[in-house]
């Protein structure tokens, strides 16, 4: 399994930006597809981006296209999380994961593919 580690979370006005952070660690980083989920208070984590094994292939949930932006440096072991035009509604724990896949191509949007979770990046939106 990878072990990771999220950064970058924080407390923002709406309309702000942050970059959030990845590391990775463990098994190279290059063997993963990976992704970003997300927890409100009191609901489901859920998937906002996620990315192949090479950033070749994205995928976004339809409430986040246009604002989020996924990538990732495997040379650096790194992904990253560029979230703009903050709003409210964003406010959650940010997760990141990583999914153990042998195709180059592969996007995982299933939760229950992904075997390795950091803990988590809070970020809050105010007014």
């Known amino acids: 399994q990878a072990q990771l580690a999220e950064s970058g979370g924080g407390s923002v006005q709406a309309g702000g930006s942050l970059r959030l952070s990845c590391a990775s660690s463990?098994?190279?980083?290059?063997?993963?597809?990976m992704g970003w989920f997300r927890q409100a208070p009191a609901k489901e984590r859920v998937l906002v981006a996620a990315?192949?094994?090479?950033?070749?292939?994205?995928r976004y949930a339809d409430t986040v296209k246009g604002r989020f932006s996924i990538s990732r440096d495997n040379a650096k072991s790194m992904m990253y999380l560029q979230i703009n035009n903050l709003t409210l509604e964003d406010t959650a724990i940010y997760y990141c994961?990583?999914?153990?896949?042998?195709?180059?191509?592969?996007?995982?949007?299933?939760?229950?593919?992904?075997?390795?979770w950091g803990q988590g990046t809070q970020v809050t939106v105010s007014s």
């Open positions: 990315i192949s094994r090479r950033g070749e292939n994205t």
């Open positions: 463990g098994r190279t980083m290059s063997s993963y597809a």
């Open positions: 994961a990583a999914d153990l896949v042998p195709y180059w191509d592969t996007v995982t949007t299933q939760y229950a593919r992904y075997d390795s």
